[in-house]
């Protein structure tokens, strides 16, 4: 049987609550992952569209976030991402709607830590060995959209660009590094150049002319 690795692997967790976020930053401490705390769904949503995440974990009482609505936006935007649900009062009819919304399970508060260790280590290992996109060839409309994005191009105008939706840009960005290995712009730069996909031209310094001084002209 292979072995599975969750090494440099990353978990979200959106909770409104430190003391949440830290019970459970300290069971997650065994782990080799990098955790990454957002107190707001929308920071959390934006930081999706541009690096890869492995887990989020949503707090489901976190002050101004609706924790089964912004299950459903993830599960609309990111449908292969698996979502735990934490909470401290979650009765039988919200439990349900958390999982049909497509959580991987409702946890309940206090948690224990063995148990809560098992299911995320799970969920990884099942990540990791499911990952259909890593090391498979880019698509020519996924290379269009790359060379944009190494030029420097936000979604918005590779959009308006290649005469694409917003939506369209997002998914091919999120396709194209999860097939590379990379999580954020830098890491996707230097596999580009390691592996000549792209030319990328250095920025040339713009000739400037001699400042004459009055009355005298150049020799």
Same mark, same amino acid.
């Given at each position: 049987?292979?072995?599975?690795?969750?090494?440099?692997?990353?978990? +979200?967790?959106?909770?409104?609550?430190?003391?949440?976020?830290? =019970?459970?930053?300290?069971?997650?401490?065994?782990?080799?992952?990098?955790?990454?705390? +957002? =107190?707001?769904?929308?920071?959390?949503?934006?930081?999706?569209?541009?690096?890869?995440?492995?887990?989020?974990?949503?707090?489901?009482?976190?002050?101004?976030?609706?924790?089964?609505?912004?299950?459903?936006?993830?599960?609309?935007?990111?449908?292969?991402?698996?979502?735990?649900?934490?909470?401290?009062?979650?009765?039988?009819?919200?439990?349900?709607?958390?999982?049909?919304?497509?959580?991987?399970?409702?946890?309940?508060?206090?948690?224990?830590?063995?148990?809560?260790?098992?299911?995320?280590?799970?969920?990884?290992?099942?990540?990791?060995?499911?990952?259909?996109?890593?090391?498979?060839?880019?698509?020519? =409309?996924?290379?269009?959209?790359?060379?944009?994005?190494?030029?420097?191009?936000?979604?918005?105008?590779?959009?308006?660009?290649?005469?694409?939706?917003?939506?369209?840009?997002?998914?091919?960005?999120?396709?194209?590094?999860?097939?590379?290995?990379?999580?954020?712009?830098?890491?996707?730069?230097?596999?580009?150049? =390691?592996?000549?996909?792209?030319?990328?031209?250095?920025?040339?310094?713009?000739?400037?002319?001699?400042?004459?001084?009055?009355?005298?002209?150049?020799?």
């Amino acid at each position: 049987m292979a072995v599975v690795t969750i090494a440099a692997q990353h978990i +979200f967790i959106v909770d409104g609550e430190r003391q949440v976020f830290q =019970a459970v930053g300290e069971a997650l401490g065994s782990l080799d992952a990098q955790v990454t705390r +957002f =107190a707001r769904a929308g920071k959390c949503l934006e930081r999706l569209r541009a690096q890869r995440c492995d887990l989020l974990i949503i707090e489901l009482e976190t002050p101004n976030i609706d924790g089964v609505e912004l299950l459903k936006e993830v599960k609309q935007s990111a449908p292969w991402l698996p979502v735990l649900v934490m909470s401290g009062h979650a009765d039988v009819s919200t439990a349900v709607d958390a999982v049909k919304a497509g959580a991987e399970d409702v946890i309940e508060e206090p948690f224990d830590r063995n148990d809560f260790l098992q299911k995320v280590k799970s969920i990884l290992e099942d990540g990791a060995a499911n990952n259909n996109y890593l090391g498979k060839p880019l698509t020519q =409309a996924e290379i269009r959209v790359l060379r944009l994005v190494i030029a420097g191009k936000t979604n918005k105008e590779i959009a308006y660009l290649l005469n694409r939706s917003i939506r369209t840009v997002e998914v091919h960005r999120e396709h194209f590094m999860r097939k590379l290995g990379v999580d954020n712009l830098v890491d996707l730069v230097k596999r580009v150049v =390691a592996m000549n996909m792209v030319d990328i031209e250095p920025h040339k310094k713009k000739e400037t002319k001699p400042i004459e001084a009055p009355g005298t002209s150049p020799e």
